[in-house]
């Protein structure tokens, strides 16, 4: 979710690494030897300027594609970071393929996966595409 580096002895950074949220615990010892503990919710948002709703999937692009856990996909999960192909496409971890994807909003890669899935497993699970990395070959709809 997010990686951090310590500068100093009073400093760190914290660099998101996918969108989403996780909580950031930091411990402390005071000179007495009492340990206090801090926690922080640490929030990553999409890249500056990247609506979720209007960004259209371009080459390279990374995302996290979430597939709910049931019973259809017990042994052979697919939730997972995946970059778009140069051909456009995504690569399903075996065996469940292909599904071309560049120039779809996010929204429509969700139902394209759920319907490349349902063709396969004869149930559609739910599915949830978040985007972790633009690299600048999307579109973006006019507003």
Known sequence: MAAYNLVTPAEMTVV???????????WFTDEGG????????VRVFPPPGVSQSSYRV?????????????????????????????DGEVKLRSPYGKVKVAGMT????????????????????????????????GMRDAA
């Open 106 to 137: 996010l929204e429509q890669l969700e139902r394209a996966i759920g319907r490349h899935l349902a063709d396969m497993l004869k149930s559609k699970p739910p599915v949830n595409v978040t985007l972790i990395k633009a690299h600048g070959s």
């Open 58 to 86: 371009g080459l390279l692009d990374e995302m996290l594609i979430e597939v709910a856990d049931s019973d259809l996909l017990p042994k052979q999960p697919l939730t997972s970071k995946y970059t778009v192909t140069l």
């Open 34 to 41: 009492q340990q206090s503990v801090l926690s922080y919710l």
């Open 16 to 26: 998101g690494r996918v969108t989403g949220s996780t909580v950031l615990n930091l």
